[in-house]
């Protein structure tokens, strides 16, 4: 693309006030300052919010499912119409985009998806994803929009990911914002509060795991606050919040797309010998498997563990848990090409 893409994801506490309402001051914060980057950057809004702005308008909201799901129907063309106001005034137009787990596990319908954002960023109108909250079935949907910003920005290759946090980045013991992360570990983690918002899903494990994944897809995320006036910007140029820096990765958009899209439908465990082949970046073959987990079809993404059952990688089988199991000898079960370390 003649752009590089850059994705911006907001929860619900960035930009709603604690009652649901949507906070106008930080939509105008938001809209003056992405609007002065869409001459650099092809940019995705993730936006959080949709439940939060809505569920005010139903009697004794209790957060169960269906009542989540009647907010999000509520509160979805609130929230769209509140960045159209803002980002109007730059002359910019917003278009909503609400996805579901599918549209990035099936690759044509994914490739539809990158088709549609390309289409609208040549006439400069900027798409805001959110979770399709409405008819999402609880089995298949995002864990929070921390996923879904991160599958946008692994599977369309963002140069970087910035997510907005009301406490501006991570935070050491004492409670001061880590500016540099080269790698998640668990030192990493051992610092993370597991509190999450009064309006969102999330928290910062959240965070820390869609980032890991980011980063070891070879993307620069950048975890940052709203609160001071240059906010998206300062993040952009590493100013503000925690930098956590991209790995190395020689993955194609396919193998991408694999690693970050896919939905898991079964898992296999394989031997040392297996282990050792598949991280030689060779193919995997039924005599290393020593356990079936769950169910599979030819075709669907399955996790290799190892002997401790520890998922290191994942793969598109070439067969069936029905056709391995009546195999003869060594079968292909992956070829090298559909299989993903992660």
């Avoid at 579901?100 to 954002?117: A, I, M």
């Avoid at 399955?302 to 003869?328: G, V, Y």
Wanted: aromatic share 6%; glycine share 8%; net charge neutral.
């Amino acid at each position: 693309m003649s752009k590089p893409i850059l994705v911006i994801k907001f929860g619900s506490s960035s930009i709603t006030h604690k009652n649901g309402e949507v906070n106008e001051q930080t939509l105008e914060k938001i809209a003056e300052q992405v609007s002065s980057l869409t001459k650099d950057y092809h940019i995705v809004l993730v936006s959080s919010g949709a439940v939060a702005a809505g569920k005010a308008f139903l009697s004794n909201y209790k957060g169960t499912l269906s009542e989540r799901k009647a907010a999000a129907a509520i509160g979805n063309p609130i929230l769209i119409a509140k960045y159209n106001q803002y980002f109007s005034k730059y002359g910019i137009a917003i278009a909503q985009s609400l996805c579901e787990r599918h549209h990035f596990s099936n690759r044509e319908s994914f490739l539809q998806l990158k088709e549609t954002y390309t289409e609208l960023w040549k006439s400069n109108v900027i798409p805001i994803a959110n979770e399709n909250d409405v008819v999402s079935n609880t089995e298949l949907k995002f864990s929070d929009n921390d996923e879904l910003a991160t599958l946008i920005a692994t599977g369309f290759g963002a140069e970087k990911l910035l997510i907005s946090t009301s406490v501006g980045g991570l935070l050491d013991s004492n409670g001061e914002i880590i500016r540099h992360v080269p790698k998640i570990d668990a030192s990493t983690l051992s610092v993370v509060s597991s509190d999450t918002s009064s309006t969102g899903l999330g928290g910062m494990i959240s965070k820390l795991t869609f980032t890991r994944l980011a980063m070891r897809l070879g993307i620069k995320v950048v975890i940052f606050g709203l609160d001071n006036a240059g906010g998206i910007v300062d993040a952009l140029h590493e100013k503000i919040g925690t930098v956590f820096e991209a790995g190395k990765a020689s993955l194609t958009a396919r193998q991408k797309w694999l690693a970050a899209g896919s939905l898991i439908t079964g898992k296999v465990v394989l031997d040392k010998g297996a282990v050792k082949a598949i991280t030689s970046r060779k193919s995997l073959l039924s005599v290393g498997i020593t356990e079936i987990l769950g169910d599979f079809m030819k075709g669907e993404v399955i996790e290799l563990l190892d002997s401790t059952k520890t998922p290191f990688a994942i793969a598109r089988a070439r067969c069936s848990k029905a056709e391995l199991e009546e195999a003869k000898g060594g079968v292909e079960v992956a070829n090298a090409d559909d299989i993903v370390l992660i």
